[in-house]
């Protein structure tokens, strides 16, 4: 039989060496004890393909809509690293020209299928510049030739009706920002600002990792995105998982699914938050539940009563604070581990500073909740 040397067989070169291995374990461990690894979730998934998930009842992967996930991360770079150089606001630029474009597309498609006419008939000549898909390169301007086309039809009576149901064909909610300064998109140099880049949308799959410094911890930040490979590809993303960042747009509440009409957002991110809240990957993780898009949420129940989708909702259909806290109980209520404590906070992922306060909570909770493994 074979055995390895003590410390004390070893010769000079060898103790060194050994001496040296362990002094790089010890700081490894320092720097881990430092980092908060955490998992970013949401509702942006699909109903079909579920059969190479790890688990159907975690990531039952409904496509529920944009639940701001990617704001999020898009605001970590702002607020704690290197923010967008100019060169990605080039390519920022082409994906907002397309998010427009795109949204016109849908728009026009909920037209023809509720039987909506145009206000001004001759705008479906304009009609016809979108579906012929114009692109742009992360180089070029936005053709001027689309601008007397984005205003007129914007400005159509029969497109406003068909945006008036854009909760029945769960329509992008940017494109209010855009159009409200719709000509400075426009011009030559025009470059996306913060605001613009926040509020652009593009899908991304496959798993992201952002990584950014917020006092003394590092944080790393994955999102798992529409990702539907094997397990053993993205299961590290779940091991020692500090906190699950579970992000939903409360706005959604009165919102059809992209692929199912007939169901309801929120009603799905209740079902995906309850088997995450029970799961056995995150049995030792604290849960922040990041009710998003509270802004249009405030202004949403003034006209789609929330009785209407979830007639057990008993207060004041008009106040905000009260139906946010019921939809906070009503997720915090899914949780069947009363060891386990749901952190819920009301949200707008565009809004900067309430981005940063809200992520200075977070921390303060992850800086207590892990203090007796965190070398401060």
């Not at 079909?48 to 701001?68: K, W």
């Not at 990617?70 to 020209?97: C, D, H, N």
């Not at 016109?104 to 509720?114: R, T, W």
Request: include cysteine.
């Amino acid at each position: 039989m074979c055995f390895g040397k003590s410390k004390n067989q070893l010769g000079g070169d060898e103790l060194a060496k050994s001496q040296e291995i362990d002094k790089m374990i010890r700081n490894d461990q320092r720097k881990l004890s430092k980092e908060i690894k955490l998992l970013l979730l949401g509702m942006y998934i699909h109903t079909q393909d579920t059969e190479h998930l790890p688990d159907p009842q975690i990531l039952a992967q409904y496509r529920a809509g944009e639940s701001g996930k990617s704001t999020v991360l898009k605001q970590m770079k702002l607020l704690y690293a290197e923010g967008f150089p100019a060169s990605e606001r080039e390519e920022w630029r082409a994906t907002i020209f397309s998010n427009l474009i795109n949204a016109f597309k849908v728009i026009l498609d909920a037209m023809e299928e509720y039987g909506i006419e145009f206000g001004n008939p001759a705008n479906a000549e304009y009609a016809g510049i979108i579906l012929a898909e114009p692109e742009i390169g992360p180089k070029q301007v936005f053709p001027l030739e689309c601008l007397p086309a984005f205003k007129a039809l914007w400005n159509d009576a029969g497109i406003a009706k068909a945006i008036e149901r854009g909760n029945e064909y769960a329509l992008h909610d940017n494109l209010t920002y855009f159009f409200e300064d719709i000509d400075r998109l426009f011009t030559k140099d025009y470059l996306p600002n913060d605001q613009d880049v926040l509020r652009s949308r593009l899908r991304t799959t496959g798993i992201t990792e952002t990584i950014f410094e917020l006092g003394t911890l590092t944080y790393r930040m994955f999102d798992v995105g529409g990702q539907r490979s094997e397990r053993k590809k993205w299961i590290h993303c779940f091991e020692s998982v500090n906190c699950l960042l579970f992000l939903v747009a409360i706005s959604g509440y009165d919102q059809c699914l992209v692929e199912d009409k007939d169901a309801n957002q929120m009603q799905e991110a209740l079902m995906l938050f309850e088997s995450i809240a029970n799961s056995q990957w995150f049995s030792k993780s604290a849960i922040i539940l990041f009710l998003n898009k509270i802004d249009l949420f405030k202004q949403k129940i003034a006209y789609s009563p929330i009785t209407k989708y979830f007639p057990d909702y008993k207060d004041d259909p008009t106040d905000w604070k009260q139906a946010s806290r019921y939809f906070a109980d009503k997720f915090k209520g899914l949780n069947r581990n009363p060891q386990k404590e749901i952190y819920p906070h009301f949200t707008n992922a565009t809004d900067t500073n309430l981005l940063k306060i809200t992520m200075s909570s977070v921390q303060d909770m992850v800086i207590q909740r892990n203090l007796h493994t965190l070398i401060l």
